[in-house]
Structures are given as structure tokens and as C-alpha cells.
């Protein structure tokens, strides 16, 4: 789901919050069984869409989680490389700087050399505007003249080397200097798109956090009308277990079930839960044709689906009551009259026939979670099927 819808559902969450409240009306004032049905359908039909929208909102908050853990790690990877690229500058100036002072130094070595070149040419001018003679007046030999000529010309040979070896290392440096600038500039354009970057994602963060916590809300709302449904579902199936005490002839019987006592929907040998309807005939014929498992895709569990699973198996099935039998309403397809049965099927174990219309029945959760013995029209209860277990 996009975000945006997400925030949407905050706004509708309300909104669902006064439908549900609607659909439940208080159940103070007296009800028939048929009205306490019904709203026990609509109960479940409120309760799983509820669920589906809690689900798809976990999912959501968990994609929304792991949205937030990857940008978490991509800011902090961004911020190593920011840091990184931080120190990366730094070291860098230190280096211009560096380069910077070297330069200076070269500078004033070429200029001390540089002086002392000029005065190396101004002694050889001068040298070369005296004559002979006067050389030789003043006490200087030709030989010593000479050489001092020679002398001064190799100072000044030598000096416009160094000049030369200067000159090349300050431009070698100026160069570095010109190469540590250069790289200075692309770290400096790095460390900003990293910043960006950084500042985008701190966004993104910020933005599905928000999110997450819409979601959380939503999540705590739904949970809270699942709750809602639930405690009224609750008090609706007591109404409707202490009216349905109501239907058919109450007689006498032998409660033999092994799990009377058991916690309600714990797993029964047979794969039912006990204390539930589908439990009590599995007992009866000791599990039988439950025992092998059911391939993927034919129906099983709920006692609407239970003459399916007969026909898979080659159990016979019939409209025809006969002791030892099954008898189940709610099979898909067939008349069930759901001002009495639920929308997941009733079975029971047929413990004597009197007529078609006139037969005794034993099973459990007619009455909640216990046992009862009846006399009953089975026709009643819709267009009931026989399983032939026996």
C-alpha cells in the first residue's frame, strides 16, 4: 500500500469504528434466537474484515520497519563517509598548507641566489672595465686577475643553476600545491552531496517514522474493534446457548465423553477440538475414517464439511435417519435454517429414530461446551444428511 493511502486509513479508521457501532445495536432489549443469529453473522463477518485490515497494517508496519532499518544504515554509512571525507579535507589543508610555506621558502632562495647572481655579474663588469695595466699598478698580477675572473664566473655558473634546481622545485611544489587545491575542491563537493544526501535521507527517516507510528495507531484501533466484536460475539453466544436449551424435548442421557472436562478447542485425538460437536462423534466411533489425513484442497474441520469428507473417504451419505448415523446440517448447497444453526454447520449422533421428522439426538455445544440429550424434528434445523458411519 502507498504511504499516502496509509494516512488515509487513519481517517477512515473512525469512520469504521461508527459503522461497526452501528451494526451492533445493545442486546438489552429481548431478541429472538433468529435476531441473535444473525447478529452473531454479522459479528463474524465485522470480526474478519477487521482482521484482514490488522493483518495488512502489521504487514505495513513491518515493511515500514525495515524501510526505516535501511535508511538508518544508509545514514549511517553516509555519515562514515561524511566524517571520512571531513578528514580527507582536513589532511589535505594541512598538505596546501605545507606546500604553501615550501613555496615561500623556495621564493626566498631564488631571491638570496638571484642577489647573489647580480652581484656576481656587477664584479665581472667591473672587472672587465679595468685594464691590464691598472690591474697590474694596483698589485694584481695578470695571473691573479684571471683566476679571480674565472672565480667569479664559476660562482655565478653555479648560482644560476641552483636558480634553475630552485625555479624546478618551486614549480614542482606549485604544481602539488595546484593538484592538492584540485582535490581539496572535489572533496569539498563530495562532503556536500554526501550532507544532501544525509539531509534526504534524515527526511525519509522522519516521513516513515510518522508512518509507522499512524500505522501502530491503526493497528492498536483495529485490535481494539476485533476486541470490541469479540466481547460482544461473547455475550450474543450465551444468549443464543441458553435459547437453543430451549429447542426440542430435553431427555436424559449418559455423558461418556472422555473430555468433559478438558479446557474448551484444546486438540482432540482425532484433529477436532474438544468439547466442540466435531469432537464428540469422532469419540463416538473412536476417530475411524478421520484418522488418515485429508490431501490439500478437500474440505475438512467444520461439521458443514463433514458429508464431503464422508463421499472422499466412501462413507455413504443419505437423507434417511438411522441409528449410529451422523446427522449434519449446514452442508453447502442444502436448505439450513440459520435462525438455529451457525454459519459453520451442526453435528450430532443419532441415538434413536422414531420417524423422519422424529428422532433423538446426543451431542455437545448445543448447550456451551456440554453435553445434551434431545428429541427433535430434525427438519427443523434445515435439510439435514446422514453419514452411515456404521
Known amino acids: 500500500m502507498k504511504e499516502g493511502q496509509i494516512i488515509n486509513n487513519t481517517k477512515k479508521v473512525l469512520v469504521l469504528l461508527g459503522v461497526v ?23 463474524q463477518r465485522q470480526s474478519e474484515l477487521n482482521k484482514q485490515k490488522l493483518d495488512q497494517t502489521r504487514r505495513e ?4 520497519s525495515e524501510a526505516i532499518g535501511d ?13 571520512n571525507t571531513g578528514e580527507r579535507i582536513s589532511a589535505t589543508n594541512q598538505i596546501i598548507d605545507e606546500l604553501s610555506k615550501d613555496i615561500k621558502l623556495k621564493e626566498a632562495d631564488i631571491s638570496v641566489l638571484t642577489k647573489q647572481n647580480n652581484n656576481a655579474y656587477v664584479l665581472l663588469y667591473e672587472l672587465s672595465q679595468t685594464s691590464t695595466i691598472e690591474q697590474v699598478l694596483t698589485g694584481n698580477s695578470i695571473n691573479d ?4 675572473a674565472q672565480f667569479i664566473q664559476s660562482i655565478q655558473t653555479d648560482l644560476q643553476a641552483d636558480i634553475l634546481e630552485v625555479n624546478r622545485l618551486k614549480d614542482e611544489l ?38 509507522l507510528s499512524v500505522t501502530k495507531n491503526n493497528e492498536a484501533t483495529y485490535q481494539n474493534l476485533i476486541n470490541k466484536i469479540k466481547q460482544e460475539a461473547d455475550f450474543i453466544s450465551e444468549e443464543i446457548y441458553q435459547k437453543r436449551q430451549s429447542l426440542g424435548d430435553s431427555l436424559p442421557g449418559v455423558d461418556t465423553y472422555p473430555y468433559k472436562n478438558y479446557k474448551p478447542n484444546t486438540p482432540d485425538p482425532w484433529g477436532f477440538l474438544m468439547r466442540q460437536c466435531t469432537s464428540y462423534p469422532a469419540y463416538r466411533v473412536d476417530g475411524l475414517w478421520y484418522r488418515n489425513p485429508l490431501p490439500p484442497g478437500v474440505p475438512r ?3 458443514m464439511y463433514w458429508p464431503a469428507m464422508a463421499r472422499y473417504r466412501g462413507v455413504p451419505t443419505g437423507s434417511v ?44 455445544n448445543w448447550k456451551k461446551y456440554a453435553y445434551s440429550y434431545r428429541r427433535i424434528n430434525p427438519t427443523k434445523f434445515g435439510s439435514p444428511t446422514y453419514i452411515y458411519i456404521k
Open 174 to 211: 606549485s604544481k602539488q600545491k595546484s593538484e592538492a587545491e584540485s582535490q581539496k575542491t572535489n572533496l569539498s563537493e563530495l562532503n556536500s552531496d554526501l550532507k544532501q544526501s544525509q539531509s534526504s535521507l534524515l527526511g525519509q527517516r522522519t516521513q516513515k517514522t510518522y508512518l
Open 321 to 364: 435417519p438411522r441409528k449410529g448415523a451422523f446427522i449434519v446440517w449446514g452442508e453447502p448447497g442444502k436448505y439450513v435454517n440459520y435462525n438455529y444453526i451457525s454459519s459453520l454447520g451442526h453435528v450430532a449422533f443419532v441415538e434413536r429414530v422414531h420417524s423422519r421428522t422424529d428422532i433423538e439426538v446426543s451431542d455437545y
Open 71 to 83: 535508511i538508518e544504515s544508509d545514514i549511517n554509512y553516509t555519515q562514515n563517509r561524511i566524517n
Open 145 to 148: 686577475v684571471l683566476s679571480q
Open 301 to 303: 474441520g467444520h461439521a
Open 21 to 43: 457501532v452501528f451494526l451492533l445495536p445493545s442486546f438489552s432489549e429481548a431478541a429472538t434466537l433468529s435476531e441473535l443469529l444473525r447478529r452473531q453473522r454479522e459479528l
Open 61 to 64: 508496519a513491518r515493511s515500514l
